[in-house]
C-alpha cells in the first residue's frame, strides 16, 4: 500500500500549490503565469530526475510513450491555460470546491469507463453501486459549487466553463498516465511533459505578445509563481508515483490528492475571513461522502 503514502504527500504539496497559484494568479496574466511557473517546473522536475538517477531514462523513451507524452503535454496547456482564465476571475473557496469536485468526477468516470474491473474491484454490483452514488456526491457538490450564490463571483459562468474545460483535460492525463505511461518513473514523465507545456505555453505568449509581461513582472509576484510550481513539480511527481504501482487503485489515489480542497478551504475561512462557512461544509460534506463511497467500491 506504499501507493497511499505518495498520495498523502501529493495532498500536501497541491495544497500549497492551489494557496499559491491563487496569490499569483491576480498580479498575472494566465498565459503568463503559465509561461513562467512551466519554466520553474522543468528545471524543478530535472533536478529530482537527477537527484533519483533517472536523467539517463529521459532519451531512452519508446516512439509510443514519446506520442502519450505529448499528448499528455498538450492536455496539460489546455488544463493550465484554462486553470489560470478561471481561476483570475473565481476566488478560491469557491474554486478549490468546484476543481476539486469536478476533478474527481470526470476522473473516476473515465476511470469506472476504461478500468472498471479495477475500481470496482472485479466488477462486484455492490461496489459498482458504491461507485455510482459516490459520482452522483461528487456530482451534486459540482452543481452546488456553481449555483449557490453565496459562494460564486458574478462572473460565474465564464469561470465555470473554464474551470470545466480545465478539469475534464486533467482527467484524461490521470487516465493516459495510469494507464500508457505507468512504466516509467513518475519523474521522467513529469520532465517531459512540463517540458512540452512550457514550449506550447511560451510559443502562445510570442503570438499573444505577452511574452512583455514576463520580462517586467514584479518579484513578488515571481517568488508565488516559483514557490508554487515547486508544489507543483512534487505534486505531479507524487502522484504519478502513486499511479504507477501496479495494485493502485486510481479513485483512492484520486480521493486522496482531491483532499486538498478541504485544506484550501479551512484556509480560506481561518485566514481569508470566509463568510460562507456553512455552504463550504457542505461542499465538504458532499465531496468527502462521494470520496469515501469511490474508495470503498475498490476496497471491499
Known amino acids: 500500500m506504499e501507493y497511499i503514502l505518495f498520495a498523502f504527500l501529493a495532498l500536501l504539496a497541491s495544497s500549497g500549490n492551489t494557496i499559491f497559484n491563487k496569490l499569483g494568479a491576480n498580479k498575472a496574466s494566465a498565459i503568463t503565469n503559465a509561461v513562467l511557473k512551466s519554466f520553474f517546473m522543468v528545471i524543478a522536475c530535472f533536478f529530482i530526475c537527477l537527484a533519483l538517477g533517472h536523467v539517463p531514462t529521459l532519451y531512452s523513451l519508446s516512439k509510443e510513450q514519446w506520442l502519450w507524452l505529448s499528448l499528455v503535454g498538450v492536455l496539460m496547456a489546455v488544463d ?3 486553470y489560470f482564465l478561471a481561476i483570475k476571475r473565481s476566488h478560491l473557496e469557491a474554486f478549490a470546491p468546484f476543481c476539486s469536485a469536478g476533478t474527481l468526477f470526470f476522473a473516476n468516470t473515465l476511470f469506472i469507463i476504461f478500468t472498471y474491473a479495477l475500481v470496482t474491484n472485479g466488477g462486484k454490483s455492490t461496489n459498482v453501486a458504491l461507485y455510482f452514488v459516490g459520482l452522483a456526491l461528487l456530482l451534486a457538490a459540482l452543481i452546488y459549487t456553481v449555483f449557490n450564490k453565496k459562494i460564486n463571483p458574478k462572473a460565474k459562468t465564464l469561470w465555470v466553463i473554464f474551470a470545466l474545460v480545465s478539469v475534464i483535460a486533467f482527467a484524461f492525463v490521470l487516465l493516459i498516465v ?18 512540452i507545456l512550457f514550449v506550447i505555453m511560451l510559443i502562445t505568449s510570442l503570438f499573444t505578445r505577452s511574452i512583455k509581461e514576463v520580462v517586467t513582472i514584479k518579484w513578488k509576484v515571481l517568488l508565488f509563481i516559483f514557490i508554487g510550481a515547486v508544489f507543483n513539480a512534487l ?6 508515483t502513486a499511479f504507477s504501482y501496479a495494485n493502485s487503485i486510481p479513485a483512492i489515489v484520486n480521493v486522496i490528492v482531491g ?37 470503498l467500491a475498490g476496497l471491499i
Open 235 to 240: 505534486m505531479v511527481v507524487m502522484k504519478y
Open 80 to 82: 493550465w491555460l484554462f
Open 178 to 195: 495510469k494507464t500508457k505511461l505507468s512504466d516509467l518513473p513518475s519523474d521522467v514523465v513529469s520532465f517531459h511533459q512540463t517540458s
Open 259 to 295: 483532499l486538498d480542497f478541504v485544506i484550501v478551504s479551512l484556509a480560506t475561512v481561518l485566514f481569508l475571513k470566509s463568510k460562507n462557512k456553512l455552504q463550504l461544509l457542505l461542499i465538504i460534506i458532499l465531496v468527502s461522502a462521494g470520496m469515501i463511497l469511490n474508495t
